[in-house]
């Protein structure tokens, strides 16, 4: 059953990929469609970030979680270190923060025609060096 | 004609690009053996689904008790943005063909991002093929990894890593909050999701904030020049 859902939303993802790249170029480019998506990611990772966080089976509840997101947010603000490292960065992870740097700069000057921002997804468990994006 | 410099330095940034994700991949990798998956399925979703922020939803929302379907629907929407990526990419990189059945998988934000960055189109090819191949490889990787190590584990939970997610997600959304309407929209959303949440299934907030999404777009946006909305 999980298989099922897994290789569907697989499946679903692929071919969302390739509409674009394939589909006559005219079809997305309708103004309603374009101002719409960019909202989703935000409404939807806010609103997975709630429920996460705020949730126990069917009831509201406050705990620890809040209190772990509420670092998390901290760290995010402040760009700083993460909740969790590992050991000393090795002296090889100075390329990630010239590519960190560079995407950020990319990211400033590049436009979508829809507008959307692109940012680099970075690690924030587990990361091994505070990356900076934007 | 692309120039050493230049291609060294892309690789450079392709290179460090998958480094960051691969170490993403290892909190993935924990976190989906955390919510129940098996190592076969963490790393078949790394393999087959490919996009951040998709595979971290849905077992998001398998990890909070959802359905996989729920999951599923909610990742896939959160995948629309790659369609837009692609219309993007298509005249870009310039791929005709069966090419673009296989181009099609690499199309996620941080190839898009390398390969636009780039002004002639053979630097943009490279780039979002060096990006798309570093993260592929290390993605996977990271994904075994992190799910090997955590599978060992005899009580996973005592990582916290089932409290992750939202952080994770908060990375993702914090740089897309830069004005008013996403923060506004973002506040929105989570207030609409947890009004829903006492009373429908888990992960159906998540879809009933997606369809309101929708129908905000298509009716409250100004009508596109020569539409008949009302």
């Known amino acids: ?134 | 004609m692309t120039s050493s410099p230049t291609s060294r330095g892309i690789v450079r940034d392709a290179l460090g690009i998958g480094i960051a994700s691969g170490a993403y991949a290892l909190s993935f990798g924990a976190i989906a053996t955390t919510a129940g998956l098996s190592v076969v399925q963490t790393v078949a979703l790394s393999v087959l689904m490919f996009t951040g922020a998709s595979q971290f939803a849905l077992v998001g929302v398998i990890g909070g008790g959802g359905s996989v379907w729920a999951g599923a629907a909610t990742a896939m929407l959160l995948a629309t943005r790659n369609a837009f990526y692609g219309v993007r990419l298509s005249s870009l990189l310039g791929v005709r063909g069966l090419w673009r059945v296989a181009t099609a998988h690499f199309v996620i934000d941080e190839t898009t991002a390398m390969a636009i960055a780039r002004d002639i189109v053979p630097e943009s090819s490279f780039a979002f093929w060096a990006t798309g191949i570093a993260v592929f490889t290390l993605w996977n990787l990271g994904t075994l990894i992190g799910a090997l190590a955590t599978h060992a584990l005899p009580n996973p939970k005592v990582l916290g890593f089932d409290a992750a997610p939202p952080a994770a997600f908060l990375a993702l959304l914090a740089p897309r909050l830069r004005a008013r309407e996403p923060m506004a929209i973002a506040i929105l959303a989570a207030v609409v999701a947890m009004v829903f949440l006492p009373f429908v299934p888990a992960g159906i907030p998540l879809l009933i904030v997606a369809a309101l999404v929708v129908l905000f777009g298509l009716f409250h946006l100004p009508a596109p020049r020569g539409g008949e909305w009302h």
């Open chain 1, 1 to 134: 059953m999980v298989w099922a859902g897994l290789l569907l939303a697989s499946a679903g993802c692929y071919l969302l990929k390739l509409a674009g790249l394939s589909l006559p170029q005219q079809w997305l480019q309708n103004a309603r469609i374009q101002r719409t998506v960019p909202l989703l990611p935000v409404a939807l990772l806010a609103a997975l970030i709630a429920t996460l966080t705020f949730s126990a089976g069917h009831r509201l509840v406050l705990d620890v979680r809040a209190a772990a997101l509420g670092v998390g947010a901290i760290a995010v603000l402040l760009r700083g270190p993460f909740l969790v490292s590992m050991s000393a960065a090795p002296p090889n992870f100075a390329p990630t923060e010239s590519a960190s740097e560079r995407l950020s700069r990319s990211c400033g000057i590049a436009h979508a025609p829809f507008g959307i921002p692109i940012e680099t997804e970075r690690p924030t468990w587990l990361s091994v060096q505070p990356i900076r994006v934007g």
